[in-house]
């Protein structure tokens, strides 16, 4: 039945003029559907936006709307009427652009359902003969929203948080065009001559599929080269949109880049953005190049593998600054976490652990004096040299108020191995709640001394903080501020949700200790009463004890529930699916996949 359907909607290709005038109000006949030259208009600005923005926040114009359903077969002027391919709209758009629309009429915003969605199009100036090649590209000042559930509930006028009812589904981005995993294209999006306004936006989709396995080979986008075998996930070139509640899975690229490859002043902003189980010669999750500076906030970097350098991330003649991430569990020859080549990133409450190589498990860095702050190297492996550090050719990075395996603190800062010691850097245990792939005893504070043991595998990991560590009030808060270009903490909110700054100093690493009620203790045991399962998208827990609290946290150790249990069976049908719960009652602790 779904290739059926995919065969009904490459039939309707031909009728996306017709379509989309109903929408837009204009002629868009005798451009050229394949064509994407000249396509991306030419009117820039280059103010830099706050990267803090959520833009699943932002309410926009519903005339300047379309909306995107895999499973409708409208003119996209409505959720009831909306249109069937993402990528049909983005042609649209850019079509739009190029016959110079007016500003009333442009498609400014694109709303996209919950399912599976397959560029259709082959991206190149000049159309090749190879399937491969198509991608989804995005269009200048077209902000794409993705994760609605269209069931009849949403409204036109406003877009729900991301993971909120309404916007809890699961839209993907897929290079799978043949539906077998055979023959994906080598890149899934693409970028182009986008400048860094913030006004071009991906928001809430999965990208996964792509297999940038090509020759060393390039076609031309909007005027610029993309090379076919980097980039799977997704490739910019010259082009920094903004990137939020995206998830990059399960991509590869012979050379560079298998989640992601930003080149040639290509400088995205991400925030709450996961690169996970991506892979690549270098940089399996991320490849940056050619004076390329994104910044990630809220980011996560795990179970990425290169066979060469930069498992989780490879840094090549680049500025990037990461806030608020995880690096773990990556692997690669050199620099398991990341490799930096002649680079200067910034790294600040970033916790980088359980990462491996032969060289530099946590990092490696080439000529490059990386800058770290309130950040934790632990746990990382190497099989040669360098388990946490290797600096090689005139490295000297420069560490502060950080958590460092092996440096000795700054008591005893071994400079040779490690770089410049900056102050106020420890040599101690963080004391992570579920470390990647580590063996742990954890208790229900305050209602059971039971100590319960775990094997935690990369979908059960959790880098928050227990009671007690070193890393806690350990950070310096001007370092975090002075990065962030802000002046108080209002607002700010760490890597699981909760607020940056919950004592008098900031803590190190990605997470901040949650005192009081919800301390982070509370969640992470478990024993044999309490038992949880999904069915039908509905989490049942059974073994629960009436009248006593339910609580229920994401992976991330962030609230989504809170109530009285009723009986001792009860049902949460409200809950994303694909996701990992932990449940709390009673002193008992059950985990399990919705």
């Known amino acids: 039945m779904k290739n059926s359907r995919m065969t009904g909607k490459r039939r309707r290709m031909g009728m996306i003029t017709a379509m989309m005038t109903a929408i837009c109000m204009m002629a868009i006949q005798g451009i050229t559907t394949n064509n994407y030259a000249d396509l991306v208009a030419k009117d820039v600005t280059t103010a830099r936006v706050d990267e803090r923005v959520s833009y699943s926040e932002t309410a926009l114009n519903p005339g300047n709307i379309v909306y995107v359903d895999e499973n409708r077969y409208g003119d996209g002027s409505s959720w009831n009427n909306a249109y069937p391919d993402l990528a049909d709209v983005l042609i649209a758009a850019a079509q739009q652009r190029a016959a110079k629309t007016p500003d009333n009429e442009l498609i400014k915003a694109i709303y996209v359902a919950k399912g599976i969605y397959y560029p259709l199009h082959n991206a190149a100036d000049v159309p090749t003969n190879d399937s491969h090649d198509a991608a989804f590209v995005l269009v200048e000042d077209v902000k794409i929203f993705g994760g609605f559930v269209n069931d009849g509930s949403l409204t036109m006028d406003s877009i729900p948080l991301f993971g909120e009812p309404g916007r809890n589904g699961v839209t993907t981005l897929s290079g799978d065009i043949n539906h077998n995993s055979t023959g994906n294209v080598y890149h899934v999006v693409i970028g182009a001559n986008i400048p860094d306004n913030g006004e071009t936006v991906l928001d809430g989709v999965t990208v996964t599929g792509g297999k940038a396995n090509g020759t060393f080979s390039s076609i031309r986008v909007n005027k610029e080269v993309f090379y076919r075998n980097s980039g799977g996930g997704l490739c910019l070139v010259n082009a920094s949109p903004k990137l939020v509640n995206v998830t990059f899975y399960g991509n590869s690229a012979e050379n560079f880049g298998g989640g992601m490859y930003n080149m040639n002043n290509s400088s995205p902003v991400l925030n709450h953005v996961t690169v996970s189980g991506n892979s690549a010669d270098y940089g399996g999750g991320m490849f940056n190049e050619n004076h390329s500076s994104p910044v990630l906030t809220n980011v996560i970097v795990t179970e990425n593998s290169a066979s060469n350098g930069g498992g989780g991330i490879y840094n090549d003649y680049s500025l990037p600054v990461l806030t608020n991430l995880i690096v773990v569990g990556n692997k690669a020859d050199y620099g398991g976490g990341m490799f930096n080549y002649f680079s200067l990133p910034v790294l600040t409450n970033v916790t980088v652990s359980g990462n491996s190589a032969v060289f530099g498990g946590g990092m490696y860095n080439n000529n490059s004096s990386t800058r770290i702050n309130n950040s934790i190297f632990w746990g990382n492996t190497a099989s040669a040299n360098g388990k946490n550090i290797y600096n090689w050719n005139k490295s000297i990075p420069a560490f502060t108020h950080s ?192």
């Not at 509370?522 to 629960?544: H, K, M, P, Q, T």
């Open 403 to 594: 958590i460092i395996e092996g440096s000795g603190g700054s008591g005893k800062w071994n400079t040779a191995a490690f770089g410049a010691d900056n102050g106020n850097n420890l040599d101690a245990d963080p004391m992570f709640v579920a470390p990647f792939y580590s063996q742990f005893s954890v208790y229900f504070a305050g209602e059971t001394d039971t100590l319960i043991d775990f094997l935690t595998s990369s979908n059960e990991l959790n880098y928050q903080l227990q009671k007690g560590s070193p890393a806690i009030d350990a950070g310096d808060n001007t370092l975090y501020l002075t990065i962030s270009g802000i002046s108080d903490f209002t607002g700010e909110k760490d890597l699981a949700g909760n607020p940056r700054l919950s004592g008098f100093n900031i803590d190190m690493g990605a997470y901040e200790y949650l005192k009081g009620e919800t301390d982070n203790d509370e969640f992470v045991i478990r024993n044999d009463f309490l038992r949880a399962y999904a069915l039908n998208g509905v989490l049942y827990v059974s073994g629960l004890t009436p009248g006593k609290t339910v609580r229920i946290y994401n992976i991330l150790g962030t609230p989504v529930f809170k109530g009285i249990a009723t009986g001792e069976t009860d049902s949460y049908p409200s809950l994303p699916k694909n996701c990992i719960y932990i449940i709390t009652n009673n002193g008992q602790t059950v985990k399990v996949m919705n």
